[in-house]
């Protein structure tokens, strides 16, 4: 019993790491320009550095993806939101 458990999370772990190599691949060749047009001019070098990330992070990466935005999230921390609480300043 515990080692059809053991097997069957390696195969979903297997599918998940297959699926993110999939679409890092086609993210890295196609996609990259359309969520932040200054990276889709990058180098080999740093499409390599991000491949990792994109691996283990593309379900929130294809979210984006598929969200048709080119313009990148504003950032939302308690600094800035305190600063932006503040009358008469803007970002």
């Known amino acids: 019993m515990l080692e059809t458990v053991a097997t069957g999370l390696v195969f979903l772990l297997g599918f998940y790491v297959a699926m993110g190599v999939v679409f890092a691949i086609y993210f890295l060749v196609r996609g990259l320009r359309q969520i932040d047009p ?3 001019g990058s180098t080999w070098g740093f499409r390599l550095i991000v ?5 283990a992070l593309w379900p929130i990466v294809l979210r984006r993806f598929m969200s048709d ?8 921390n308690a600094h800035r939101d305190a600063t932006l609480e503040k009358p008469g300043v803007t970002s």
């Open 69 to 76: 935005s080119s313009v990148p999230p504003e950032e939302h």
């Open 38 to 40: 200054r990276a889709g």
């Open 51 to 55: 491949l990792p990330g994109l691996v």
